[in-house]
């Protein structure tokens, strides 16, 4: 493969007069820096470094100046307020999480429809009132404080719960005494990618966290060693106990959880973001008087697979796993003799993967994938299979939620035209009943989903999922949205977005496409689309893409592709890769910079799944497709609106910076080229107002270039809308 330096150049104008505008805009100016870098012997220019800094005068005014540009052309487009309205009507109605219990009670959220943040309450079961916890809607006037996780003690006095500043993953742990309603003096600092697992005494937890960063840094730099500690209530921070460090591994990550009847503490140790890990435990001995002093005993000192825990039954622990089984399965290890040959089988391997698992009422529930379909299943604690849980119809399981010593399996259930409402089940599951049912204003009666698969570029055979109004016409002219992700096994099944109607009332299409990377088929379909062979995923983005167009649903003119994260990262690739497939691009919050990804905060732990350019073997997989460096001159790329935020700094900004200016830079036609940068918001927090807004931007620019009409009938009271496509 021939590697070629990559120099890009800056100014270049559109003209907002294609988009509805009288005037022509040009686009804020871009400074260009000398500087290169060696990358294995092929020198790299990189003229927007300076856009990696988030804290320069330089890089704010550039912000301010891109955010006018693009609020100035969205204003232009009448259909804006059309979406704004709607999604916000379609947004109201109350929405609650998946509750767990614990302390004799249940735990939950809560948002009555349009609240900034879902307010946390409990209640004693089902039918009994909620009292509310926490509101932390009083905490910020704006929602720029976000409300992360919540943890209650088992003996029901107290309620651990984090902060962030913008939905940042930094959180501080507060602790409220639930007796008297206040918050004690207690602060934890510096604590990311945590669990808060409490010591059944309640008396403390135990939690994760970094050093603290450079200061003023805490946004972009690179994070150091991850530590377990211990905190007792109402001792300052620097009195924690240090329970499980390796400073030989900087870049593992390291978490906790306590078995329900609080005799172990199970540590779970993993090299970066892959679910593989190694997993050590702690006899802490009486629930009522735990041992922190125990020392920590090895159950997997390896990392060639994934273990969760389930739960367990006095010495033994259930785990799922998929150490010989790519789709898992679940062993027993009785924790008196955890030598891997003493280990037990309880249920094998089934032909499709295991998602997600729980213990409930002395059974074992597992949620399987079948075709990206959720089924749920029961068992014994032998591994004997009971019942099939009757679910509302074809679609997805959020999550499932159990103990052990609870009669109650508690599950979410969603499908692309059906919001996600909890369910409550005990015994067979037979039956199951609703938890504060979830009714937007849409009537879903007029639409359906459809299940199609595709032949990828190599012979694979992937799965997709279509949204539309029923009996549409397949004559190619449908405005389209297609939706992925694909990687770090994480699956993207069919579910509801409380958005997408307004979209679908319009007469558009919208599709979401399980490509390879992720785990909708297990550990397999993830590695098949990691690494070297992540070239995977987007040929099978691509093949989606093209079948809908086969079949008649849409046509290049009328297809938009969005993807957040790594599906961001899916987006810009795909972009460069096919430009004359697709009318628009919204790659959201994106890893653009495959060469410097690893050297901002977390991104370090990403090399297990894309690889890292200090690899010789891996720099020309990377270069091959890093959005950022495969972009080329006078190329006629789609429309492109860019979203970010200021205070992620999961996927640092500078990546969608830099990608933005360097596309203003070089797109080689009149199709616009946006970034939208939203303030005191993070990677995936929005609070309620700002993510609507957000939304209502997004589907409007795809509008814009898709064109979608009015279909007869579905007014809402607004005009009709058709605006034709920018070329």
């Known amino acids: ?136 809607n009083k905490l910020s006037p704006d929602g720029s404080i976000s409300l992360a996780q919540i943890a209650p003690s088992p003996n029901g006095k107290f309620l651990a719960y984090t902060l962030s500043e913008g939905g940042a993953d930094w959180q501080t742990i507060h602790v409220r005494d639930l007796t008297t309603g206040r918050d004690a003096a207690d602060t934890v600092d510096w604590v990311r990618f945590s669990r808060i697992a409490w010591t059944h005494d309640g008396k403390g937890f135990f939690y994760s966290r970094f050093p603290a960063p450079p200061q003023g840094k805490h946004l972009e730099a690179a994070l150091g060693i991850h530590s377990l500690y211990y905190h007792l209530v109402g001792t300052p921070q620097s009195k924690d106990r240090l329970i499980f460090e390796r400073k030989d591994q900087p870049k593992w990550f390291v978490s906790s959880s306590v078995t329900d009847d609080g005799r172990y503490l199970i540590i779970r140790f993993s090299p970066g973001a892959t679910p593989r890990n190694r997993l050590y435990y702690v006899d802490l001995g009486s629930p009522k008087q735990p041992n922190l002093e125990a020392p920590i005993k090895v159950i997997v000192d390896t990392e060639e697979a994934a ?199 319009r007469g558009g299409i919208h599709v979401t496409a399980n490509i390879r990377g992720g785990g909708e088929y297990g550990e397999d379909w993830h590695r098949t689309g990691m690494l070297d062979k992540k070239q995977n995923s987007f040929d099978d983005f691509v093949a989606v893409a093209e079948d809908l167009i086969k079949r008649g649903y849409t046509s290049p003119a009328r297809l938009a592709i969005q993807g957040g994260s790594n599906g961001g990262l899916l987006v810009g690739a795909v972009m460069n890769q096919r430009p004359d497939l697709f009318a628009a691009a919204l790659p959201a919050v994106g890893v653009m910079d495959m060469l410097r990804y690893e050297k901002f905060t977390g991104g370090a732990a990403w090399v297990v799944e894309y690889g890292s350019s200090s690899d010789p073997n891996m720099f020309p997989v990377l270069f091959q497709y890093s959005p950022l460096h495969n972009l080329n001159r006078n190329a006629c790329y789609p429309a492109v609106l860019v979203t970010t935020a200021d205070h992620d700094d999961r996927v640092v900004p500078s990546h969608s910076f830099k990608y933005a200016a360097a596309l203003q830079a070089l797109q080689g036609c009149g199709r616009p080229a946006l970034i939208r940068v939203e303030t005191q918001s993070s990677h995936g927090y929005r609070p309620t107002d700002k993510r609507i807004a957000e939304l209502a931007d997004m589907w409007t620019f795809i509008a814009a270039q898709t064109t979608v009409p009015n279909p007869e009938g579905v007014s809402h009271g607004e005009p009709n809308f058709s605006r034709p496509r920018i070329e």
């Open 1 to 136: 493969m021939k590697l070629t330096v990559r120099v890009i150049i800056v100014m270049v104008t559109f003209s907002l007069a294609e988009a509805g505008k009288a005037q022509p805009v040009d686009y804020p100016p871009s400074r260009q820096v000398d500087v290169v870098d060696d990358y294995q012997g092929v020198k790299i220019s990189d003229p927007y470094r300076w856009l990696e800094d988030l804290n320069s005068a330089e890089t704010k005014a550039w912000i301010n100046a891109q955010n006018a540009i693009a609020i100035k052309y969205l204003e232009s487009l009448p259909i804006r307020e059309v979406f704004r309205k709607r999604i916000t009507e379609l947004w109201n109605y109350p929405k609650v999480s998946l509750p767990k219990r614990e302390g004799g009670r249940l735990w939950y959220r809560r948002n009555s429809g349009l609240e900034r943040q879902s307010v946390v309450y409990s209640r004693r079961n089902i039918n009994a009132p909620r009292v509310m916890v926490i509101d932390p």
């Open 307 to 505: 273990y969760w825990m389930l739960g367990n039954v006095e010495s033994k622990l259930y785990l799922v796993t998929d150490l010989n089984a790519p789709k898992r399965r679940v062993i027993a290890v009785d924790l008196k003799a955890p030598e891997r040959s003493n280990w037990k089988t309880i249920i094998p391997e089934a032909p499709y993967v295991v998602q997600d698992s729980t213990l409930a009422g002395g059974r074992i529930a597992l949620q399987y994938l079948v075709d990206v379909e959720s089924r749920i299943k029961l068992f014994t604690m032998e591994g004997k299979e009971l019942s099939t849980v009757a679910l509302p119809g074809v679609g997805t399981v959020g999550e499932v939620n159990g103990r052990y010593d609870s009669p109650e399996l508690i599950y979410s259930f969603t499908s692309p035209l059906y919001p996600s409402t909890v369910y409550f089940c005990e015994q067979l599951c037979r039956t199951s009943r609703t938890f504060e049912d979830a009714k937007p204003a849409f009537d879903p009666t007029n639409y359906e989903t459809k299940q199609f698969f595709v032949v990828s570029k190599d012979g694979t055979r992937v799965p997709y999922f279509v949204t539309a109004r029923k009996n549409i016409p397949l004559n190619g002219d449908n405005p389209t949205r297609l939706y992925g992700y694909g990687g770090f096994s994480i699956n993207l099944t069919p579910s509801y977005g409380a958005d997408v109607p307004a979209w679908l009332e």
